[in-house]
């Protein structure tokens, strides 16, 4: 299943091509395609290149004892879809620079740099991901047992696309085929002060 973007200016593919499903296929990932998406991530921006994102990932294909640990630590409502997902990740972040030991209040953002770069090279890939703020974050620091300085923080299902007729329950196979949308730019790009829409962009 396609839902293309319908954008005002002309974005790369793997922009325009990317969206989160629910459905999954129950394809193995190949390991070259799961590297290339970690590539990707590892070559995203960060503040004085700390590189403050670390990923947990588990393949059900290749050790379902892994795969079921890291399925536990999502919130119910997402394991109900998230377990046809071949490839699970969880996230965390450094909470401190190592450079000097003071808060890296823009790790968050640079997480996010690093799950767009992964999520976008999935795409280019043939890929589908969805990310998950539905996570038991005390369940994943003691599963895994996250050290002190490292904060949990998502999640991210990673597969071939599937059929959204499959999907349980309603809601999800309901929110699977409901058309995209977007804010306007005039919601978010502004110009002279807060909340001033901007005249840049036409």
Excluded at 12 to 17: C, G, P
Excluded at 62 to 69: I, L, V
Aim: aromatic share 10%; with cysteine; glycine share 6%.
């Amino acid at each position: 299943m396609q839902k293309s973007a319908t954008t005002q200016f002309p974005v790369i593919d793997a922009i325009r091509e990317r969206w989160s499903p629910r459905a999954f296929a129950d394809t193995p990932v190949e390991h070259e395609k799961l590297g290339a998406l970690f590539e990707a991530a590892r070559w995203a921006a960060s503040a004085f290149n700390e590189q403050p994102w670390r990923f947990i990932v588990a393949s059900r294909h290749d050790d379902p004892a892994e795969y079921e640990k890291a399925l536990g630590c999502l919130v119910e409502a997402n394991q109900a879809w998230a377990k046809a997902a071949p490839v699970l990740v969880l996230t965390a972040v450094s909470t401190a620079y190592k450079k000097n030991g003071n808060d890296n209040r823009v790790a968050l953002h640079d997480l996010g740099q690093a799950a767009a770069h992964l999520t976008l090279q999935a795409t280019a890939l043939g890929l589908a991901t969805h990310q998950m703020a539905g996570v038991d974050l005390d369940k994943v620091r003691e599963t895994y047992v996250v050290p002190d300085g490292f904060e949990p923080q998502t999640a991210i299902a990673i597969g071939y696309p599937g059929d959204p007729d499959t999907l349980e329950p309603d809601w999800a196979r309901d929110a699977e085929k409901a058309p995209r949308e977007r804010l306007p730019f005039g919601a978010f790009v502004f110009t002279g002060k807060f909340g001033e829409a901007s005249g840049l962009l036409g």
